[in-house]
């Protein structure tokens, strides 16, 4: 098991079939993204764009997660032009990029067929952050990790423990909990491999592990320390939420849990192909059991099998901890993509004592039920290819789910607010719709760019965001309709959150238009109304 993955005849072949399956399944989303929000796509896009004009993470606007990705889609837009495209684009090759490393992790256990469905079930049922471009680097790195632990399983060879932790802290500077939460796994890797192989110990792989262990860490600790320093404690806390008291959402880990087993059974023991996805897997597991007790297959696979199971189980465990934290179910595919290595390294090792024709059989049930899925999410896509569905503005050009309502009231307020506001002027958005800063082009006039409950703004940092407001010569104002929510941690602006912002507005500002949906309780995507004040005696 110590080959090069993908240097084989077959596995070649099934690489290059796992690229172009990649490829084309994806092709259709560059210009075609689900549900569109003001909010956090805003932010997403805001953020890249402010990065390519040199602005920092964290310094010169709010951001939630770690520090890499505004660069990497910053570059996206460098290469390709400040648009949505490029960035639907970016994601999509990183998601490409999981795929086949996906692909790689499962060809290095289990070989090319193994693989080839492993990556088909990835692109056809991982689960997209649909919130946020952001964690689709993570789960890039993620993928990394497992094809590294999956080369030292099978090779031993310190240099892919090496890489790994690169890949750990590159997980780190994406979101830092899951960095952070990759170190274990990496350390499990070496100490379960070296003992069941019994590697003696020696100064490097010590070293190793007090480096993955200690110094790792405080390298993470470090750069994010260079990034937020110099900002408020309640700033940095703004800006990395972990604490109860900066979420909406909590939860006990056992009503969480309680949920989620209750989400797995509905799926694998629903109807169709769901239940025979389901039953092949339970069918698998048990087979496993028979293999491993049968002690048929070779000692080095068998235990390079039981390995992989272990460490990726622990892994898959260890991603879990947000959703057991908050209950929220966006929050559970962090692990997906280590759930479906862990799922069909059960399956390869389960038809590890069948002949041939029953293996290539069940492969093609498995890539048939995959097929299905991805003509059903391509069929979806293509619907949304409408007029009703797009967002014609220079800066988007794409389709989006929304309806129609949301998308003429975005399209109005961007070119109102493009027509009656200076070049060298720029306006003050709330609660938090920054994605019209980024249709617009004009810049945030303060670092801030989400006013909500669950964000705690203090009355020090209102006055700092006015005096901001002050300086900028804002002379026009946008209140979006979620000022008023029953969304849990949104508020009530005014009332539970930033009086002192809003008795500035309501005493120098009077409201000029209107549009969109102010009759109906606004939503993340749906739902959405704007208004524009304008300053009663303008700055100049």
Not at 126 to 153: E, K, P, Q, W
Not at 403 to 428: C, G, K, M, R
Request: net charge positive; aromatic share 16%.
């Amino acid at each position: 098991m110590n080959k090069i993955p993908g240097t084989s005849n077959a596995s070649r072949i099934f690489l290059w079939l796992t690229l172009a399956l990649g490829i084309v399944f994806l092709y259709p989303t560059i210009d075609t993204q689900g549900f569109l929000s003001t909010g956090d796509h805003g932010r997403d896009f805001y953020a890249f764009e402010r990065t390519l004009h040199g602005e920092i993470p964290y310094q010169d606007y709010w951001w939630v997660y770690g520090p890499i990705m505004p660069y990497y889609y910053a570059t996206m837009d460098y290469l390709l032009g400040v648009n949505m495209m490029s960035i639907l684009l970016g994601k999509a090759l990183l998601t490409l990029a999981s795929g086949l490393f996906i692909f790689l992790t499962l060809e290095t256990l289990a070989g090319g067929l193994t693989a080839f469905a492993g990556a088909a079930w990835f692109f056809a049922f991982g689960r997209d952050f649909f919130f946020t471009f952001n964690h689709a680097g993570g789960i890039t790195c993620i993928a990394v990790l497992m094809f590294c632990i999956a080369r030292y399983i099978t090779t031993r060879h310190d240099d892919w423990l090496w890489t790994g932790a690169v890949a750990a802290f590159l997980l780190a500077m994406v979101k830092v909990n899951f960095g952070i939460a990759a170190i274990p796994a990496l350390l499990l890797t070496a100490y379960l491999t070296d003992r069941t192989n019994s590697i003696p110990g020696s100064p490097k792989k010590t070293f190793f592990y007090a480096f993955s262990a200690l110094m790792l860490p405080l390298i993470i600790a470090g750069v994010y320390w260079i990034f937020l320093h110099g900002l408020s404690w309640l700033e940095i806390r703004q800006c990395m939420p972990y604490s109860n008291a900066d979420q909406p959402m909590n939860t006990l880990p056992w009503i969480a849990l309680g949920e989620y087993f209750n989400l797995v059974k509905a799926n694998f023991l629903g109807l169709g192909c769901d239940y025979a996805f389901g039953m092949l897997l339970i069918c698998a597991c048990i087979q496993s059991l028979v293999v491993i007790h049968s002690r048929k297959l070779a000692p080095q696979q068998q235990r390079a099998y039981l390995l992989a199971l272990v460490i990726f189980g622990v892994y898959c465990v260890l991603n879990f901890h947000e959703f057991l934290k908050s209950g929220v179910v966006y929050r559970s595919f962090w692990a997906q993509p280590i759930g479906i290595v862990w799922m069909f390294t059960v399956i390869a090792l389960g038809l590890s004592n069948f002949t041939r024709p029953i293996r290539i059989m069940v492969f093609l049930l498995i890539l048939s039920i995959a097929a299905g899925q991805m003509q059903t999410v391509y069929s979806e896509t293509k619907k949304l290819h409408t007029t009703n569905h797009y967002l014609p503005h220079p800066r988007a050009k794409i389709f989006i789910r929304n309806d129609l309502q949301w998308i003429t009231t975005v399209e109005a307020t961007a070119q109102y607010l493009s027509a009656h506001i200076p070049a060298n002027e720029t306006f003050f958005a709330l609660p938090y719709d920054p994605i019209y800063y980024y249709l617009t082009g004009k810049p945030s006039p303060t670092r801030m760019l989400i006013f909500f409950d669950h964000i705690n703004i203090s009355p020090q940092q209102e006055q700092t965001i006015l005096r901001d407001i002050g300086s900028a010569r804002v002379n026009y104002i946008l209140l979006s309709s979620r000022i008023h929510s029953h969304e849990p941690g949104i508020g009530s602006f005014g009332n539970t959150f930033c009086p002192g912002i809003a008795k500035y507005i309501s005493d120098r500002f009077e409201p000029v238009v209107r549009f969109g949906d102010w009759t109906n309780e606004p939503l993340w995507s749906r739902q959405h109304g704007t208004a524009i004040f304008k300053r009663k005696i303008p700055l100049k």
